[in-house]
């Protein structure tokens, strides 16, 4: 199975987001990996987060816009077959609102997860 987590980066700070916040908001969706990870090994679980350095200096650089990032992003959402949603902001982000509106589309397989982690939640998949 592979699957998709989705996760605010900049969240709903948005342009006005700080290394630091995403550098935490990262931080947190990388926490959740580890346990779905060691949950569920045969997962082959895509996180965004883990590739945010290569993102941002491809951005800063003017290599890619928002736009494009999330049409890839959008692709590997449909590409899955498991789409995670990580809300611990209360409401999806821009970003997850594109992902989440994608994963329908295609008709996939959506997990909603918030803070505190379900663990019985995760145990499910």
Sequence with gaps: MKAYLSHPI???AGVH???AMQRANCDRAKRLAK????IRPDIGLY???ESEDFISRAFDEGYLTIKQI???????????DLVIFY???GELSLGMK???DAASVANKQI????DPIDIDLILRL
């Design 70 to 80: 999330l049409a890839i992003d959008c692709q590997i959402v449909t590409a899955s």
């Design 47 to 49: 996180v965004p987060a």
């Design 98 to 100: 594109k992902e989440h």
């Design 35 to 38: 346990i779905i990870r060691a």
């Design 87 to 89: 809300n611990f902001e």
């Design 17 to 19: 987001a700080t290394p």
């Design 10 to 12: 900049r969240g709903f």
């Design 111 to 114: 997990m909603i997860v918030t």
